[in-house]
């Protein structure tokens, strides 16, 4: 049986707001999104995923990119290992960043596209980003310069939306509000004024992934913000809402690819 490959950098980075990471891996990701723009490029190999235009596929030199909170998985094409480089960045950066030149909110609307000119621009961006001694006026340029292309070529205007359903909404507000807090799905389902199965139903149809499955992913994203704040692996894990250590350990790697450990060490 072959072995699993999986090597992740995090990348430690001076800029705040700004994580930086290279994988190889024939990891499967399953569903799950992230509170910040992610962009990236196709280093070697290709993968699928899921997105909210479908499937899409990405082979190396493509640029793959996410929004904030938007769903998507990711896994090798035939089973070989990829490597790709990552940007993610906090939408409250970004805003600051293309305010000057782009009125009101925008959004991505390519999960992958072919881009030799944004490419070059991401390189640079990335080796900015990760140079031992970064040149601040190279990255604020190099910076700037790809966010408000990739918002003129790949966005557009954010259109209105009128959100979840009501059922739906009532749900995620209580797994947003409390995600360190346990909950049965017959709790959520009496919130919301439905039936267990209805809940269920039309949460994975709305959302993407399972009220669980939000809520594990809800619980890693506030085990990073504990670690960020300085909390130890163990206390992160309880806080977070993890039975344990090992526990929040797996929710890590299986969403993000990469060990809490690694991710304290990176951003310390």
Request: with cysteine; proline share 5%.
């Amino acid at each position: 049986m072959p072995s699993r490959i999986h090597r992740v950098e995090q990348h430690r980075l001076t800029v705040r707001g700004i994580e930086a990471m290279t994988l190889a891996s024939d990891h499967h990701f399953p569903r799950h999104s992230h509170d910040q723009f992610g962009i990236g490029i196709m280093a070697r190999g290709a993968h699928r995923s899921w997105s909210g235009v479908g499937h899409v596929n990405a082979s190396a030199g493509d640029l793959i990119m996410v929004n904030p909170g938007e769903m998507h998985d990711g896994a090798p094409l035939d089973g070989n290992s990829r490597v790709w480089r990552m940007i993610y960045l906090d939408p409250a950066l970004v805003a600051r960043e293309v305010s000057e030149e782009i009125v009101g909110p925008v959004e991505i609307v390519r999960p992958v596209a072919r881009d030799p000119f944004l490419a070059r621009l991401f390189a640079q961006l990335f080796a900015c980003l990760t140079a031992s001694q970064s040149d601040r006026l190279a990255r604020d340029e190099n910076l700037l310069r790809s966010l408000i292309y990739i918002m003129r070529k790949h966005g557009m205007a954010r259109p209105s939306s009128g959100g979840p359903s009501p059922c739906v909404a009532k749900a995620l507000q209580r797994l947003d509000s409390a995600p360190d807090a346990s909950v049965s799905l017959a709790e959520l389902a009496a919130l919301s004024g439905v039936s267990r199965f209805q809940l269920l139903r039309g949460f994975a149809r709305e959302i993407g992934i399972t009220p669980h499955a939000y809520l594990v992913q809800r619980r890693v994203c506030l085990a990073k913000q504990l670690l960020a704040a300085g909390q130890t692996l163990a206390h992160a894990a309880i806080q977070a809402g993890f039975a344990d250590q090992s526990h929040m350990t797996r929710a890590f790697v299986r969403q993000l690819g990469i060990t809490p450990g690694h991710y304290r060490a990176a951003i310390s």
